[in-house]
């Protein structure tokens, strides 16, 4: 018998490979706050701009290209003006087993949750895009438009909500915020390797993972 009961899944990089829609709206966003401030913030790295998906927009940018509030918040503005107006949000596709091990946890009585740094608006577009509505039971994430929360206050509001035994609850995702989310609310965690993230940010970690297979072989033991 598992010893877990709910299971909370990230979105981007452990759900979906989301990586062309997002750096592209990044990309796009840059290029649109040095056109309208006349500003020449260096485009990043390929290797830094996948370091974007994941964490919340506006500290990315405060971290990689400028550190000012008012222009990462227009940097998002930009951003979502290519990823929601020209399709970038659907520019992804889930990773291989991800449907079957979502529908399998579901079908063997887990209690699923979607637990993401992206506008929840987003999210449940995307979720309800690959058919995968029917097996989750909620989804938590920042409301467009609000305070933007990272992943460990995304963990808190699941939690407070659902009043899970943090015993019987772990925390699957691809990035450091996943993994010290969890850590800080005290619940276990899984990263996966495929997605975004590397093994330096994995050193919390319960468990790591190379597949969708592995999670299943974790939880359903």
């Known amino acids: 018998m598992s010893k877990y009961e709910n299971i909370l899944f990230d979105l981007d990089g452990t759900i979906t490979d989301s990586a062309n829609g997002i750096i592209n709206g990044v990309i796009y966003g840059i290029k649109k706050v040095n056109e309208i401030y006349n500003l020449n913030i260096e485009m990043p790295s390929k290797e830094i701009l996948r370091k974007f998906i994941g964490p919340p927009l506006d500290i990315s940018f405060m971290k990689y290209c ?3 509030e008012n222009l990462a918040n227009e940097f998002i503005k930009y951003y979502r003006e290519d990823y929601n107006e020209n399709d970038g949000l659907f520019n992804c ?3 291989e087993g991800i449907f079957d091990l979502i529908k399998n946890l579901h079908d063997k009585n887990f209690n699923l949750f979607v637990a993401t740094a992206k506008p929840k608006e987003s999210a449940i577009r995307i979720i309800e895009y690959f058919n995968l509505n029917t097996f989750f039971k909620n989804i938590y994430a920042p409301i ?7 992943k460990t206050d995304v963990l808190i509001e699941a939690l407070s909500k659902e009043k899970f035994d943090k015993s019987k609850t772990i925390m699957i995702g ?7 989310g969890a850590k800080t609310v005290s ?3 899984i990263a996966v390797r495929y997605g975004f993230g590397n093994d330096e940010e994995f050193e919390n970690a319960t468990y790591i ?5 592995s999670i299943f072989d974790i939880l359903v033991k």
């Open 144 to 150: 467009l438009g609000e305070k933007t929360k990272n």
């Open 187 to 189: 619940i276990d965690s």
């Open 209 to 213: 993972v190379d597949d969708a297979k």
């Open 66 to 68: 400028l550190k000012d």
């Open 93 to 95: 596709k889930l990773y």
């Open 174 to 180: 691809d990035r450091i915020d996943d993994i010290e």
